[in-house]
Nanobody, 115 residues
């Protein structure tokens, strides 16, 4: 059973930064992709960023240039560095991992951005 545990959420002022972490229960090289999603109240869950096994990254247009996804393979951890935060970035952020058998989700971490 794969477990993903997010942390690092909290309250930040607009323009500030936060770094989210997602620790997996096994090597992150075992996943084809690891992604971050977010879900604001009353809205659908939206994709934010992806890091592939190769290390290549992709971002949603709304966060391009402000967020950075990275990883530490020794620590089984994927990060999301969020800079220049805006009130519209407030949401529960979820870590997602995909392998050949399916996909897995963490429990989420809340990010609140005050204006």
């Amino acid at each position: 059973q794969v477990q993903l545990v997010e942390s690092g959420g909290g309250l930040v002022q607009a323009g500030g930064s936060l770094r989210l972490s997602c620790v997996a229960s096994r090597s992150i090289y075992s996943f084809n992709y690891m992604r971050w999603y977010r879900q604001a109240p009353g809205k659908q869950r939206d994709w934010v960023a992806t890091i592939a096994r190769s290390g290549s990254t992709n971002y949603a247009d709304s966060v391009q240039g402000r967020f950075i996804i990275s990883r530490n393979v020794v620590k089984y951890t994927v990060y999301l560095q969020m800079n220049s935060l805006k009130p519209e970035d407030a949401a529960v952020y979820y870590c997602n991992a995909v392998d050949y058998e399916g996909e897995y989700w963490g429990q989420g971490t809340q990010v609140t951005v005050s204006s």
